[in-house]
């Protein structure tokens, strides 16, 4: 498997809703007919292993799957993932989503200190959750449910107690802000230390 393949394998690993032949061209700097040819690879590759992972591709979406022999164990789990209480980590999360969203990825794991990537696809599946695309940006923006609303016999977030003081809370907001300026200024550092 060459250095192309691996990182497509890579990135279809950590990106459950899979990509564009388009984009994972973009992500790894390789021509429209190299990528196809990977992911073709990939593709056998796992059929010829016989793993518990299938790639499958829907015109130019590629996306990494179960295998079809795994399909009861695999419900089985997600079922109990669904039903079962939540933890620690998904409550915290779901909080800061409540009293915070609609809230960009990179600004609740910067509240958090952690990658919520797998707390969160726990959320989107149990229905607590939802998720949009920034249209600027393109970054996923999280958000409470209906069905959030509905378990906790609220008509809106504003009724949660104390929101009106935890959603505009000062200190968080300077937190906020100086990490934005933080981020800022090393990128424009990283910018200038290029060479000419």
């Known amino acids: 498997m ?6 497509i394998e890579s990135l279809l690993l ?13 992500l790894t700097q390789a021509s429209a007919d190299e990528v196809s040819e990977a992911v073709a690879a990939l593709a056998q590759r796992y059929t010829e292993i016989q793993s518990g992972l299938r790639l499958v591709q829907d015109g130019n979406q ?10 009861v164990t695999i419900q089985a789990y997600v079922k109990d993932e669904t039903s079962g209480e939540l933890t620690r980590p998904s409550l915290e999360t779901l909080t800061i989503i ?8 990179s600004e609740l794991e910067l509240i958090r200190g ?7 696809r726990n959320l989107l599946i149990r229905g607590l959750v939802r998720e949009e695309a920034q249209k600027t940006t393109g970054e996923s923006i999280y ?4 069905d959030f609303l509905r378990l906790l016999g609220l008509s809106s977030t504003a009724e949660l107690p104390e929101f ?12 906020l802000g100086e990490s934005e300026q933080e981020k800022d200024f090393f990128l424009a550092g ?5 060479p000419e």
Not at 14 to 26: I, M, Y
Not at 98 to 105: E, L, S, T
Request: glycine share 6%; with cysteine; hydrophobic share 30%.
């Open 14 to 26: 950590v990106e459950p809703k899979g990509f564009s032949l388009k984009r994972l061209a973009g």
């Open 114 to 120: 952690i990658n919520c990537s797998l707390i969160l």
């Open 2 to 7: 060459n250095n192309l393949t691996q990182t």
């Open 98 to 105: 409540a009293y915070r969203g609609p809230i960009p990825k």
């Open 143 to 146: 958000s409470v449910t209906v």
């Open 164 to 175: 009106e003081k935890l959603n505009q809370n000062v200190d968080l907001q300077t937190l």
């Open 62 to 71: 590629v996306q990494l799957t179960t295998g079809p022999e795994s399909a």
């Open 190 to 194: 990283k910018h200038q230390s290029k």
